[in-house]
Structure formats: structure tokens, C-alpha cells
Nanobody, 126 residues
């Protein structure tokens, strides 16, 4: 079983920045892709960003492209989401996800992930 724990959420003014972290532990796979999703009240969970095991490939939702950056730590069991130029519409609970994938594969759908964190709240005030 893989455990994912997010941290770094909080309240920030529009235009500000936050950095989310997600640490994987437990019986992690030999290689796994990771991603970030978010869910605002009354809305479905949506894709934000994803990164491959190799870290060579990343993919972003159009709504965050150019503002958010996903990366992995040197040990690859931690994934980060640097969020800049935050907007009120970025307000949501942000979830980290992981699942087995080799090499340069990125996973951008919710059904593609079997393991999820508990979520961390990000609130952007106008």
C-alpha cells in the first residue's frame, strides 16, 4: 500500500505563491508517475499537473500552464507543485496522486491513479 501525504496549503492573496509538497511512503512501486488534481466546492475533481518517473515529461492543464510548475525530489518519492500568480479561481482542495508507470509515461486522468492523498486546502483571496 502506498501512502501519500500533502502539505503546504493555506490562504494567500491573489498574485501570491504557494508550494505544495507530497511525500510517498509505504510499498512504493519501482517506478511511478505522480500528479496533482484539485476539487472546488460543487465541482468535479480536475487535473492540474503530472510528471513522469523519469521527470523528463511533465503535463499541465491549460488553466495553470505558465503559472504552476511540477517537480520531483532527488529521491523521486516527493513531488512538488510550485504555484505562482495565484488567482481566486485556483481555490480548491489539492490532491496528490501516484500509480505505477515506467519511464516517460505521464498520467493525466483521475481513473489512471489508484493512490491518493488526503488533500490540502488552497484558498486565494481577491
Amino acid at each position: 500500500q502506498v501512502q501519500l501525504v500533502e502539505s503546504g496549503g493555506g490562504l494567500v492573496q491573489a498574485g501570491g505563491s504557494l508550494r505544495l509538497s507530497c511525500a510517498a511512503s509505504g510499498r512504493t512501486f519501482s517506478s511511478y508517475a505522480m500528479g496533482w488534481f484539485r476539487q472546488a466546492p460543487g465541482k468535479e475533481r480536475e487535473f492540474v499537473a503530472a510528471i513522469s518517473w523519469s521527470t523528463a515529461r511533465t503535463f499541465y492543464a491549460d488553466s495553470v500552464k505558465g503559472r504552476f510548475t511540477i517537480s520531483r525530489g532527488n529521491a523521486k518519492n516527493t513531488v512538488y507543485l510550485q504555484m505562482n500568480s495565484l488567482k481566486p479561481e485556483d481555490t480548491a482542495v489539492y490532491y496528490c496522486a501516484a500509480d505505477y508507470a515506467e519511464g516517460h509515461v505521464v498520467i493525466i486522468t483521475t481513473v489512471g491513479y489508484d493512490y491518493w492523498g488526503q488533500g490540502t486546502q488552497v484558498t486565494v483571496s481577491s
